[in-house]
């Protein structure tokens, strides 16, 4: 089955750096990388995507990279601000069938104000 | 709209109690659910996925078991809790492709 691996666990800033977060996956077939935003106490929420026809999908400060090759897919976060502090998940998925996706153990994004 | 509703949010229970979480959806028919557990430092683990009436997957071998008694109702049980039961239950269901989750049940097992 698949494996995503997240890395840091826990990712300190200051307000207005940029973050990085990196998630590797193992199985070449998930074609679809959700990444999910939770914070205290609430529900983890998609805040952006990105399929494996598109290696970079922008959304105002927010950023997705894909390298299929290397099989790894990262989140850009520019001009951090303190509500970006959060837990964030990354996941990948085949789409299609029953559609099962594996997320990453998450990151702990603290930004400082 | 599809959402999904979870209950209770909270819930402290002796060890050896029953236990039973239950997960609706609205907006949808036929869909994909899931039972996630998530514990501190070990991200969002699958627990059971569903895609329909009495179709139940288990990904990891544990003390719970989850039933789909009807098409949008997704059920997570125990006969007897363990501490290690406790944590943070996410029920989620599939709309398109993205995964999206109930406000979750904070478990603790004492």
């Known amino acids: 089955g698949e494996n995503v691996e997240q890395h840091p666990s826990t990712l300190s800033v200051q307000e207005g750096d940029s973050?990085?977060?990196?998630?590797?996956?193992?199985?070449?077939?998930?074609n679809y990388f959700p990444w999910?935003?939770?914070?205290?106490?609430?529900?983890?929420?998609?805040?952006?995507?990105?399929?494996?026809n598109v290696g970079?999908?922008?959304?105002?400060?927010?950023?997705?990279?894909?390298?299929?090759?290397?099989?790894?897919?990262?989140?850009?976060?520019t001009e951090t601000q303190p509500e970006d502090s959060a837990v964030y998940f990354c996941a990948a998925s085949i789409t299609g069938g029953s559609y099962i996706p594996t997320f990453g153990r998450g990151t702990s994004l603290i930004v400082h104000p | 709209?599809?959402?999904?509703?979870?209950?209770?949010?909270?819930?402290?229970?002796?060890?050896?109690?029953?236990?039973?979480?239950?997960c609706t959806v609205e907006g949808t028919s036929n869909p994909n659910l899931y039972w996630y557990r998530q514990a501190a430092g070990r991200g969002l683990q699958l627990l059971f996925y569903s895609v329909g009436i009495g179709q139940i997957s288990s990904e990891v071998p544990q003390n719970l078991s989850a039933s789909r008694p009807q098409d949008r109702q997704f059920i997570?049980?125990?006969?007897?809790?363990?501490?290690?039961?406790?944590?943070?239950?996410?029920?989620?269901?599939?709309?398109?492709?993205?995964?999206?989750?109930g406000q979750g049940t904070r478990l603790t097992v004492v």
């Open chain 2, 1 to 22: 709209s599809q959402t999904i509703h979870q209950w209770p949010a909270t819930l402290v229970q002796p060890v050896g109690s029953p236990l039973s979480l239950e």
């Open chain 1, 19 to 30: 973050a990085v977060i990196k998630c590797t996956y193992s199985d070449s077939a998930s």
């Open chain 2, 76 to 101: 997570l049980s125990s006969k007897k809790l363990l501490l290690s039961d406790s944590g943070f239950y996410l029920c989620a269901g599939r709309r398109n492709t993205e995964a999206f989750f």
């Open chain 1, 56 to 77: 970079e999908k922008k959304d105002q400060r927010i950023a997705v990279t894909l390298n299929k090759t290397a099989k790894h897919f990262s989140l850009h976060i």
């Open chain 1, 36 to 52: 999910y935003k939770q914070e205290l106490g609430k529900r983890p929420q998609l805040i952006i995507d990105i399929r494996s």
